[in-house]
């Protein structure tokens, strides 16, 4: 009987912290920004991990002249950084950059990872540089950019675009993937 009680009481704990969990991380996404990125594909498909995107932010490399409150030069590669984002027109772009988290809770800002720095530019990794896709999407969107860039030329583009949910605490999360004002997920 105790070995049952015991058992029993196992699952529902782990049920408990599960549940607590998922609350947890959807009470976070409910709260958050929602923001625009522009960005461009880099790799479409890993035999690993099935169909998806991996993206290039136009944020990821930014001015090192943005950071408010160190020398770019400290910056060391896995140094946290917040950067903060301002809309301009369509997107969302970078108008200051902190090693230490902004005081001022008005702003929006990202929360990354100093990848490298280079000459007058740092790269940042934010952990939103993956979008999975279904296979069906995927496709689409592969077919779909390699005609419009026979058609246009690379000068004539169309950027994809991400929303991502920003929370206060500056975790992004993928949301959206939009091309030609056609939203996938």
């Keep these: 009987m105790n ?13 408990i912290f599960l549940g607590g969990m998922a ?12 923001i625009l990125l522009e960005t461009e594909p880099v790799d479409p498909f890993s035999v690993f991990r099935g169909r998806y995107i991996n993206l290039n932010y136009k944020i990821s490399t930014i001015p090192a002249t943005l950071f408010k409150d160190c020398i770019p030069r400290s910056l060391e590669s896995n140094d946290y950084v917040y950067v903060v ?16 988290r902004p005081e001022n809770t008005n702003f929006t800002f990202l929360r ?18 993956s979008f999975f896709l279904s296979e069906e999407s995927a496709d689409e969107i592969e077919r779909e ?10 000068e004539n583009r169309n950027p994809l675009a991400v929303e991502v949910a920003v929370t206060k605490e500056g975790r992004g999360y993928p949301v959206k993937l939009f091309w030609r004002d056609k939203e996938y997920r």
Excluded: D, M
């Design 3 to 15: 070995k049952k009680i015991t058992f029993v009481s196992i699952i529902i704990i782990q049920l």
């Design 23 to 34: 609350l947890f991380h959807t009470l976070e996404f409910s709260r958050a920004t929602k």
């Design 85 to 100: 984002l301002k809309k301009k027109e369509k997107f969302w772009e970078p108008i200051a950059a902190y090693k230490n």
């Design 112 to 129: 990354g990872k100093v990848y490298y720095s280079y000459s007058h530019n740092i790269r940042i990794k934010y952990g939103i540089e």
């Design 145 to 154: 950019r390699i005609n419009a860039a026979r058609q246009a030329g690379a």
